[in-house]
């Protein structure tokens, strides 16, 4: 069974357009995240989510908003996609609580902005 | 909040040598410390992690230890395969109820048959 899973895989669009990415997971965890992962491999924070607060890193554009239907989905909304929003970007999960920190992530979505 | 540096970004060691990767922290309160192995294409996962109660931790081939003091700690792979080709990231977070992950900038290791 996928323990996380993301769609779409790939994803092309135009500059301007609006656009979303659905994560799932299956593990019963109570915190989700999403990552961006730009061309050079740099791995970076964009928000953590639990039933209790949402936290957002201070460089995220606010055209970013993460929405949570349910404890097992975190779909991530972008709005007006600009070029530098090319990436690849990562949905992950974790336990809340030991004796596991252990964040699993999704195969990611490769975001194409023309 | 939170800085991680690692080094070196490339590796290459001969098949069966040892390869270590060495990352600095600059939070006194980061108190976890996991390793990520991503391959090409793939998704990050984790190899092995430690928190800051323990100064090393083993895992077969793979190891990884902490200097709190310092505020460093490092990935030890002896015998290495050509499987084993891949980027390693290591990460800082706090163990609070979202334990967001600062993540090293990666190192490519590549084993040379």
């Known amino acids: 069974d996928t323990a996380v899973s993301q769609t779409p895989k790939y994803l092309v669009t135009q500059m301007g357009n609006d656009k979303s990415i659905k994560c799932e997971q299956n593990l019963g965890h109570d915190t989700m995240y999403w990552y961006k992962q730009d061309s050079k491999k740099f791995l970076k924070i964009m928000f953590s989510y639990n039933n209790k607060e949402l936290i957002i890193n201070e460089t995220v554009p606010n055209r970013f908003s993460p929405k949570s239907p349910d404890k097992a989905h975190l779909n991530l909304h972008i709005n007006s996609l600009e070029l530098g929003d090319s990436a690849v970007y990562f949905c992950?999960?974790?336990?809340?609580?030991?004796?596991?920190?252990?964040?699993?992530f999704g195969p990611g979505t490769r975001l194409t902005v023309t | 909040g939170e800085n991680v540096e690692q080094h070196p970004s490339t590796l290459s060691v001969q098949e069966g040598d040892s390869a270590v990767i060495k990352c600095t922290y600059s939070d006194s309160a980061s108190n976890y410390f996991p390793w990520y192995k991503q391959e090409l294409g793939k998704r990050p996962q984790l190899i092995i992690d430690i928190r800051s109660n323990v100064g090393e931790k083993k895992d077969q081939r793979i190891a990884v230890t902490l200097n709190k003091t310092a505020k460093h700690f490092s990935l030890h792979i002896t015998e290495t395969q050509p499987e084993d080709s891949a980027v390693y990231f290591c990460a800082a977070s706090r163990t609070g109820s979202a334990r967001q992950l600062t993540f090293g900038s990666g190192t490519q290791l590549t084993v040379l048959p």
């Open positions: 992950a999960s974790s336990p809340a609580s030991l004796p596991s920190y252990e964040q699993y």
